[in-house]
């Protein structure tokens, strides 16, 4: 038996460091609680593997495992040059046009037609991750001109980024549908859509989904912050990629919008991942830095739902170690009075909902009467997300027959999912409950419960019962 005293939970992306059995055990064991899919790298073949290994992990420890299969969206890439790179001297002047021929020190091929139409004299471009910048100064029918404003080489095939603009691009690519339905078939609990820029492009990918999994859209465009409302309330959950969204936007903007984002999906019932570079030099050193400590924790206060490792986990040299210490940093902070004191200062405000009364009174209950946990009776997972907006300081234990529905809310703060059958009194509800909590560690003998259940059984929408039952 395996049991988290932390609420936060770990993502982890897995990859050539850690795709294989023994090793995704071990980083299970360590504290990854949700295993991210790559699709911009690998092959679907490698994809189910690990698939394969997740679900063989959930049979030993006896605990529903999410997966999320994240896909690589629009790439926007310049071409390629003669030499393969070229140096840059600020105020030299370059011409990015849609010739195919290889570049060289006066231009280079940018084969995005839709992005020149939509780019403007005075505008910026960001390449290579914001190593080079570039304004526009002249356009045509057939390219743009520029002016180097910093920056001092220039390779083959690196991204850019345009800055303010909303692109004229689908958020997904063909790649991107053959990736979605094979992850899919694979049976992942998620779907993380990149390059979301607004709403309309959720509804597509949930049009293509239809039900069968979980969507996330990826914020990492300036203009999904401006539509962040639209896109939380056609989304299933969020995830905060600061890495792409920290080159288009300045820095010193990025962790108020983590704030912002992170308080608004959690106030939404939703669940949101704060992600990108959290310990990025453990890739290749065993420590990490106390700027990227403190990066965690200042996730965690901010009430996120997930903490996300990527490169750390996925190629780096101590992926283990990795987990294990934003582990160790998730529960420190989660420890500290000014967490909690932070928690209960920011609960969201009760729906206009019976349901939503009863899940808020039973955090009020549960802290009143010092409970070892919550637990839900839920099918659909919406009296569980219920409880989780709230933040409670105790574990939150879902009860449900739905198998999917315990994997999904895997992702979720705090929640422990278990797939039971069988239950359809109350009654025996609450004798189900009770074992449950004991076998699993969450409370002993003499401890108090607090339990929400819906009456018909099965019905998703009704939770109307609270009940305090005493552990003997």
């Given at each position: 038996?395996?049991r988290r005293y932390?609420?936060?939970?770990?993502?982890?992306t897995?990859?050539?460091a850690?795709?294989?059995?023994?090793?995704?055990?071990?980083?299970?064991k360590?504290?990854v609680?949700?295993f991210?899919?790559n699709?911009?790298h690998?092959?679907?073949?490698?994809?189910?593997?690990n698939?394969?290994?997740?679900?063989?992990?959930?049979k030993e420890f006896?605990?529903?495992?999410?997966l999320v299969?994240?896909?690589?969206?629009?790439k926007?890439?310049?071409?390629?040059?003669?030499?393969?790179?070229?140096d840059l001297t600020?105020?030299m002047?370059?011409?990015f046009?849609?010739?195919?021929a290889?570049?060289?020190e006066t231009?280079?091929?940018?084969?995005?037609?839709e992005v020149?139409?939509?780019?403007?004299?005075g505008?910026?471009?960001?390449?290579?991750?914001g190593?080079?910048?570039?304004?526009i100064?002249g356009k045509?029918?057939k390219g743009?001109d520029?002016?180097?404003?910093?920056?001092?080489k220039l390779?083959n095939?690196?991204?850019?980024?345009?800055?303010?603009?909303?692109?004229p691009i689908?958020a997904?690519?063909e790649k991107?549908?053959?990736?979605l339905?094979?992850a899919?078939?694979m049976g992942v609990?998620w779907?993380?859509?990149?390059f979301?820029q607004r709403a309309?492009?959720?509804i597509?990918a949930?049009?293509?989904i239809k039900g069968r999994?979980?969507l996330m859209a990826?914020?990492?465009?300036?203009?999904?912050?401006e539509?962040?409302?639209e896109i939380?309330?056609v989304?299933d959950?969020?995830?905060l990629?600061?890495?792409?969204?920290?080159?288009?936007?300045?820095p010193e903007?990025?962790?108020?919008?983590q704030k912002k984002?992170?308080r608004?999906?959690?106030h939404a019932?939703?669940p949101?991942?704060?992600?990108?570079?959290m310990?990025e030099?453990?890739?290749?050193?065993a420590?990490p830095?106390?700027?990227?400590a403190?990066d965690v924790a200042?996730?965690v206060?901010d009430?996120?739902?997930?903490?996300?490792?990527?490169a750390?986990?996925?190629?780096?040299q101590?992926?283990?170690?990795?987990?294990s210490?934003m582990?160790?940093i998730c529960?420190?902070?989660?420890?500290?009075?000014?967490?909690?004191?932070i928690?209960?200062?920011?609960r969201p405000k009760?729906?206009?909902?019976?349901?939503?009364?009863?899940t808020?009174?039973?955090?009020y209950t549960?802290?009143d009467?010092?409970?070892?946990a919550?637990v839900n009776?839920?099918?659909s997972g919406s009296?569980?997300r219920?409880?989780?907006?709230?933040?409670p300081?105790?574990?939150?234990?879902?009860?449900?027959?739905n198998l999917?529905?315990?994997?999904r809310?895997?992702l979720?703060?705090g929640?422990r999912?278990f797939?039971?059958?069988?239950v359809?009194?109350?009654?025996?509800a609450?004798?189900?409950a009770?074992e449950v909590v004991k076998?699993?560690?969450y409370?002993?003998v003499g401890?108090?419960i607090?339990l929400t259940?819906g009456?018909?059984?099965?019905?998703?929408g009704?939770?109307?019962?609270?009940?305090?039952?005493?552990?003997?």
């Amino acid at each position: 038996m395996i049991r988290r005293y932390r609420q936060t939970k770990i993502v982890a992306t897995l990859g050539p460091a850690s795709g294989d059995p023994e090793m995704m055990r071990e980083l299970f064991k360590a504290g990854v609680d949700v295993f991210r899919l790559n699709f911009s790298h690998g092959s679907h073949e490698a994809h189910q593997k690990n698939v394969d290994t997740a679900r063989r992990l959930e049979k030993e420890f006896g605990r529903p495992i999410c997966l999320v299969g994240d896909l690589q969206g629009p790439k926007l890439r310049i071409g390629k040059f003669k030499d393969d790179s070229i140096d840059l001297t600020e105020g030299m002047t370059f011409r990015f046009d849609r010739d195919e021929a290889l570049g060289d020190e006066t231009r280079v091929q940018l084969p995005h037609p839709e992005v020149l139409e939509a780019m403007e004299i005075g505008s910026e471009i960001l390449l290579d991750d914001g190593k080079v910048r570039v304004e526009i100064t002249g356009k045509d029918d057939k390219g743009l001109d520029t002016k180097i404003i910093s920056g001092s080489k220039l390779s083959n095939n690196k991204g850019f980024n345009i800055p303010g603009v909303v692109l004229p691009i689908e958020a997904l690519t063909e790649k991107d549908k053959i990736d979605l339905e094979a992850a899919i078939h694979m049976g992942v609990d998620w779907i993380a859509q990149s390059f979301v820029q607004r709403a309309e492009d959720v509804i597509q990918a949930q049009n293509l989904i239809k039900g069968r999994a979980a969507l996330m859209a990826k914020i990492e465009k300036p203009s999904a912050v401006e539509f962040i409302d639209e896109i939380i309330e056609v989304v299933d959950g969020i995830m905060l990629a600061r890495g792409d969204l920290g080159v288009e936007i300045p820095p010193e903007q990025v962790p108020s919008v983590q704030k912002k984002v992170v308080r608004r999906v959690r106030h939404a019932g939703k669940p949101v991942i704060v992600a990108t570079q959290m310990l990025e030099s453990m890739v290749d050193n065993a420590r990490p830095t106390r700027a990227e400590a403190s990066d965690v924790a200042t996730a965690v206060y901010d009430g996120a739902d997930a903490v996300m490792l990527s490169a750390e986990t996925a190629v780096g040299q101590y992926p283990i170690e990795t987990v294990s210490i934003m582990n160790r940093i998730c529960e420190a902070t989660e420890s500290d009075k000014n967490y909690r004191r932070i928690m209960d200062s920011d609960r969201p405000k009760t729906e206009n909902d019976a349901s939503d009364a009863i899940t808020v009174a039973a955090t009020y209950t549960a802290k009143d009467i010092s409970a070892a946990a919550i637990v839900n009776y839920t099918t659909s997972g919406s009296t569980t997300r219920r409880t989780v907006r709230q933040r409670p300081d105790v574990p939150i234990l879902c009860l449900t027959p739905n198998l999917q529905t315990a994997r999904r809310l895997a992702l979720s703060f705090g929640v422990r999912t278990f797939k039971i059958e069988g239950v359809d009194r109350f009654k025996n509800a609450v004798h189900v409950a009770v074992e449950v909590v004991k076998e699993n560690g969450y409370a002993q003998v003499g401890d108090k419960i607090v339990l929400t259940a819906g009456v018909p059984f099965g019905v998703s929408g009704t939770t109307n019962i609270l009940r305090i039952a005493d552990i003997e």
